[in-house]
């Protein structure tokens, strides 16, 4: 096991090492856009040239690169050119913002997706079966966007129970968070529940399944015992995926009810070339895809000892 996540480990290093390469190629390859974004467009060629000498571009291409590696990975990444501050003071803030925002989605989805895979597939072909399934089918075929203008006709002009937005303002509050919990669940549920179901129902058809069924075992100790370990191996890779979805993909909910979150980040340093603000947002994206992945890997290995991987 320690060997196997060491090798993890190393693809999870050269993999940021590959991925930082390409970055900083592609957004700071050419110097003098870079002085352009950071000082305007309507600043002087002379302007441009001593900030240029000032931060070092004028040094070789390798040179740069070593040296703004080693800049972030002790925590340097700039100045936001949107924000006007450290990109480290306004990007952690917003990466707990959607860290609380993810937990309460999960909290809530995994739950409620797991009972109703687990139910759906012991009981293949069944009217429950059938319920949860087209339910699934519908609310994961409905976009965010969609989504939440239905949650919010019901909830804030109908009902009028809960807040029209997630600004927090005033500070932390839970309610204000219902709403993108909501949306977020009701898209993402359907999807963990017809993998859950779909692992569910080939376990059970299994020879083994079968076999303690014929020798009298409870039927709780079946399921529970023998069937549901071996279930979880796909919905596993499938929940660990989610993380990465919740890390940059909820961008529309999050600006949709104007929630300061890491997805509404992204869009506010592309929409505004903030080049690096973007460059730390894309590098703590793929640091989370990678380390997600190879927990997904982890968990392979303790839901079914006989998996192991090169």
């Given at each position: 096991?320690?060997?196997?996540?060491g090798k993890?480990i190393?693809a999870?290093?050269?993999?940021?090492?590959?991925?930082?390469?390409?970055l900083?190629?592609?957004?700071?390859f050419?110097p003098?856009d870079?002085?352009?974004?950071?000082?305007?467009p309507y600043?002087s060629?002379?302007?441009r040239?001593l900030w240029?000498?000032?931060h070092?571009?004028?040094?070789?291409l390798?040179q740069?690169?070593?040296?703004?590696?080693?800049?972030?990975?002790t925590?340097?990444?700039?100045?936001?050119?949107?924000?006007?501050?450290?990109?480290?003071?306004?990007?952690?803030?917003?990466l707990g913002?959607?860290?609380?925002l993810?937990l309460a989605?999960?909290?809530?989805m995994?739950?409620?997706s797991?009972?109703?895979g687990i139910?759906?597939?012991?009981?293949?072909g069944?009217?429950?079966?059938?319920?949860?399934s087209?339910?699934?089918?519908i609310?994961t075929s409905?976009?965010?966007?969609?989504?939440a203008?239905f949650?919010v006709?019901i909830f804030v002009?109908?009902?009028?129970?809960?807040?029209g937005?997630?600004?927090?303002?005033?500070g932390?509050?839970p309610?204000?968070?219902?709403?993108?919990v909501?949306?977020?669940?009701?898209?993402?549920?359907?999807?963990?529940t017809?993998m859950?179901?779909?692992?569910?129902?080939e376990?059970m058809t299994?020879?083994y399944?079968?076999?303690?069924i014929?020798?009298?075992?409870?039927?709780s100790?079946?399921?529970?015992k023998?069937a549901l370990?071996?279930?979880?191996?796909a919905?596993?890779t499938v929940?660990m995926?989610?993380?990465?979805?919740l890390?940059?993909?909820?961008?529309?909910v999050?600006f949709f009810f104007a929630y300061k979150g890491?997805?509404a980040?992204i869009?506010e340093?592309?929409l505004?070339?903030d080049i690096?603000?973007?460059?730390?947002?894309?590098?703590?994206?793929?640091?989370?895809?990678?380390a997600?992945?190879?927990?997904a890997?982890l968990?392979?290995?303790?839901l079914?000892?006989?998996?192991?991987?090169?």
């Amino acid at each position: 096991m320690l060997i196997f996540a060491g090798k993890r480990i190393a693809a999870l290093v050269l993999t940021m090492v590959v991925v930082s390469i390409l970055l900083f190629l592609a957004l700071e390859f050419t110097p003098g856009d870079v002085a352009t974004k950071v000082l305007g467009p309507y600043s002087s060629p002379e302007q441009r040239q001593l900030w240029l000498e000032a931060h070092g571009y004028n040094a070789p291409l390798v040179q740069r690169y070593f040296s703004w590696a080693a800049n972030f990975a002790t925590g340097d990444w700039g100045q936001s050119l949107r924000f006007k501050v450290p990109v480290s003071e306004i990007l952690w803030p917003r990466l707990g913002n959607t860290a609380i925002l993810g937990l309460a989605t999960f909290a809530v989805m995994i739950p409620l997706s797991m009972v109703l895979g687990i139910l759906s597939g012991m009981k293949e072909g069944s009217k429950l079966d059938r319920s949860i399934s087209v339910t699934s089918i519908i609310t994961t075929s409905i976009p965010e966007f969609a989504s939440a203008v239905f949650v919010v006709a019901i909830f804030v002009f109908w009902l009028k129970l809960l807040p029209g937005t997630s600004t927090m303002t005033n500070g932390f509050d839970p309610l204000q968070l219902i709403m993108p919990v909501l949306v977020l669940v009701i898209y993402d549920f359907g999807y963990v529940t017809r993998m859950t179901r779909a692992s569910m129902a080939e376990v059970m058809t299994t020879q083994y399944i079968r076999t303690a069924i014929l020798k009298g075992v409870p039927w709780s100790t079946v399921v529970l015992k023998h069937a549901l370990r071996n279930a979880l191996i796909a919905p596993f890779t499938v929940i660990m995926l989610q993380v990465n979805w919740l890390l940059s993909g909820v961008i529309v909910v999050e600006f949709f009810f104007a929630y300061k979150g890491f997805g509404a980040l992204i869009l506010e340093a592309a929409l505004n070339k903030d080049i690096f603000l973007l460059e730390a947002c894309t590098m703590i994206t793929v640091f989370v895809a990678v380390a997600s992945q190879m927990i997904a890997d982890l968990g392979y290995t303790y839901l079914n000892p006989r998996i192991r991987f090169a």
